[in-house]
């Protein structure tokens, strides 16, 4: 029988500090009748990438995204409508994807699964903004703003990322949008609006908690601003996955955005700059899985 290959991706600075070479050293224990193991220390996106390409290209059976949102969103953009696999062993600040699909931190629980063929073949959706694959949760406005804020700072963590909310929240204004889906076109006023295939930003927190991977369907979100005394019970909306009174939600396969002036964008909690307009929407069954 031909042995499955595995391209482990490493991401070194993801998350808060951890030990990663002793993640690698787990899967020294993978079965080696089955599987033929490449691990991969990426620095650099285009690298990244082109490891990639080169390992689908060669019928190569699964990528392990060892990272955190940002390192999944790399190689889905690399795998999405291919034969190979997504497994995911979460080492981020958030890692609201690999949350939702169950998937454990620890390595050697995944060799374990792997060693045992406990893992079942899946598909997910995947959302798309134009070339960019985006499998979790793409979003405009409040949370772009503090993704761009995030990949600024020295420190990780959710703690890192509760300083920023806050420092940040006082001056961000809301914005009128107009959103148009299929024949049907309006304007609202929002503070953010996400774009989720997915349930959460990360850390538990959601944004989309009636949102599913393999409904063909993205879940558009469209949050007011709170005041000041709002906000903790919108932390624990969020938390608790409760509806709110600032937040909206619809669900649509394609949906276009159009704004006065520019709103920050991300992908998976990655910035990516400005626009002023933008088309959504998801590709069902874009990205194959090994899930547990």
């Known amino acids: 029988m031909e042995r499955k290959k595995i391209l482990l991706v490493i991401n070194p600075i993801s998350g808060t500090k951890k030990n990663k070479q002793s993640v690698v050293d787990s899967f020294e224990e993978l079965d080696p009748s089955q599987f033929d193991l ?5 620095h650099k996106v285009p690298d990244l990438e082109g490891e990639i390409n080169q390992f689908v290209e060669a019928g190569g059976w699964a990528v392990i995204a060892g990272g955190g949102d940002g390192t999944v969103h790399i190689i889905a953009n690399s795998i999405a409508k291919t034969q190979t696999h997504l497994i995911i062993l979460p080492m981020g600040s958030g890692d609201g994807l690999a949350r939702q699909l169950g998937f454990s931190k620890s390595a050697k629980e995944l060799v374990h699964q792997l060693n045992r063929n406990l ?8 959302g798309k903004m134009g070339d960019e694959y985006f499998p979790n949760v793409a ?3 409040f949370d772009a703003h503090i993704g761009h804020v995030f990949a600024n700072l020295d420190k990780r963590g959710l703690v890192s990322y509760a300083k920023a909310v806050l420092s940040e929240f006082r001056n961000f204004e809301e914005k009128e949008i107009d959103f148009k889906t299929g024949e049907e076109q309006r304007k609202v006023k929002a503070f953010l609006v996400s774009f989720a295939n997915g349930t959460q930003w990360g850390n538990d927190f959601y944004i989309a ?14 949050m007011k601003k709170p005041n000041i005394f709002q906000i903790p019970g919108l932390a624990r909306a969020l938390q ?14 394609k949906i276009e955005v159009q704004m006065e002036g520019t709103w920050p964008l991300h992908m998976d909690g990655e910035p990516l700059g400005s626009v002023d307009s933008a088309s959504f929407e998801i590709i069902p069954q874009g990205i194959r899985l090994m899930k547990p």
Not at 38 to 42: D, L, M, N, R
Not at 209 to 222: C, I, K, P
């Open 139 to 141: 979003g405009i406005g």
């Open 240 to 253: 608790k996955r409760r509806p709110h009174k600032l937040i909206e939600v619809f669900k649509t396969d």
């Open 38 to 42: 490449k691990v991969y220390w990426w």
């Open 119 to 126: 893992l079942k073949p899946a598909f997910m959706d995947v």
């Open 209 to 222: 908690g009636e949102a599913s991977t393999d409904d063909g369907l993205l879940d558009v979100v469209v």
